[in-house]
């Protein structure tokens, strides 16, 4: 299959001036176009100007907002030539829910994915707008209700990554919970927990680079030798064997498809040794 030429970033939400600038220094000149899609967002007028300030602010004029939602239907033609021209598309925080009912099956949908494919566009997204680039996501499951089967509830994405669930607010909410279960029910999924102000680049569809001053959460199902989800009772509590956690931090790298660590861009030593 043929690598995507475009590039992920996700944030686990919390303050993410670090994530514009890194979008600003790495993969943007001052001509670039930015649309600020506001699909998830509770207060979309504000958020979208909020974002379309900051974008401005570090130089990138041509930043615009997109409102696709109850009264912006998204594929309207306007819409359509916007997509073709963008560089960068930002999804705002919210509830990933309005992404799946307002952007899943619409021409905007398939346009995003066709040029993610064939050109070296940035798609980003913080919070429920991180959670969306997967083909699923995660919308529920809270502390430790989410370790019962029926909690943890799931819902089809914007698919630019395929078998990936990413949940962001990981540490900060508590959220061990609810992707430990997700993966548990599809472990050929790998879940990618997003802690605060850290969240990962992934490239060629594959590779996954951590940036920020938190912690990112891995967590593999393909060593799964037993689970009662699909034996138990709605209500009733998960047992697994062998769900395999890593912990990754800024400089790791890590590989989808081989499932394991690819690369530590810089090696830190114990003095003491």
């Known amino acids: 299959?043929?690598?995507?030429?475009?590039?992920?970033?996700?944030?686990?939400?919390?303050?993410?001036?670090?994530?514009l600038q890194l979008i600003r220094a790495d993969y943007c000149h001052a001509s670039s176009v930015v649309?600020?899609?506001t699909t998830a967002?509770?207060?979309?007028?504000?958020?979208?100007?909020?974002?379309?300030?900051?974008?401005?602010?570090?130089?990138?004029?041509?930043?615009?907002?997109?409102h696709i939602d109850e009264d912006n239907s998204a594929d309207k033609p306007?819409?359509?030539e916007r997509i073709r021209?963008?560089?960068?598309?930002?999804?705002?925080?919210?509830?990933?829910?309005?992404?799946?009912?307002?952007?899943?099956?619409t021409e905007v949908q398939r346009l995003m994915q066709q040029r993610y494919r064939e050109e070296e566009i940035v798609i980003a997204g913080t919070s429920a707008g991180a959670s969306a680039i997967s083909n699923r996501m995660i919308y529920e499951g809270y502390g430790s209700n989410s370790l019962v089967k029926g909690e943890t509830k799931t819902c089809s994405g914007l698919s630019f990554v395929q078998k990936v669930y990413i949940d962001s607010h990981f540490t900060e909410r508590g959220r061990f919970g609810?992707?430990?279960?997700?993966?548990?029910?599809?472990?050929?999924?790998?879940g990618i927990g997003l802690g605060e102000e850290t969240g990962v680049i992934i490239k060629e569809g594959d590779l996954v680079e951590v940036f920020g001053p938190g912690v990112v959460t891995i967590i593999d199902g393909s060593k799964i030798e037993y689970c009662n989800i699909d034996e138990v009772a709605y209500g009733s509590p998960i047992a697994v064997e062998h769900l395999v956690m890593h912990l990754l931090v800024e400089g790791h790298r890590y590989?989808?498809?081989d499932r394991r660590l690819?690369?530590?861009?810089?090696?830190?030593?114990?003095?003491?040794?």
């Not at 609810?178 to 790998?190: Q, S, T």
């Not at 861009?265 to 003095?271: E, G, I, R, S």
């Open 1 to 19: 299959m043929t690598k995507p030429k475009g590039t992920l970033i996700a944030l686990g939400g919390g303050d993410d001036d670090g994530l």
């Open 35 to 37: 649309e600020v899609i």
């Open 41 to 66: 967002a509770p207060s979309p007028q504000e958020s979208g100007e909020a974002y379309q300030e900051a974008f401005v602010e570090l130089g990138l004029k041509s930043a615009h907002v997109m």
């Open 78 to 80: 306007e819409y359509l």
């Open 85 to 105: 021209r963008a560089d960068v598309f930002f999804f705002t925080g919210g509830d990933q829910r309005r992404i799946n009912r307002f952007l899943l099956d």
């Open 178 to 190: 609810r992707l430990a279960v997700a993966i548990a029910k599809w472990p050929n999924y790998i």
């Open 255 to 257: 590989c989808l498809s």
């Open 262 to 273: 690819k690369t530590i861009l810089q090696q830190v030593t114990d003095p003491n040794n």
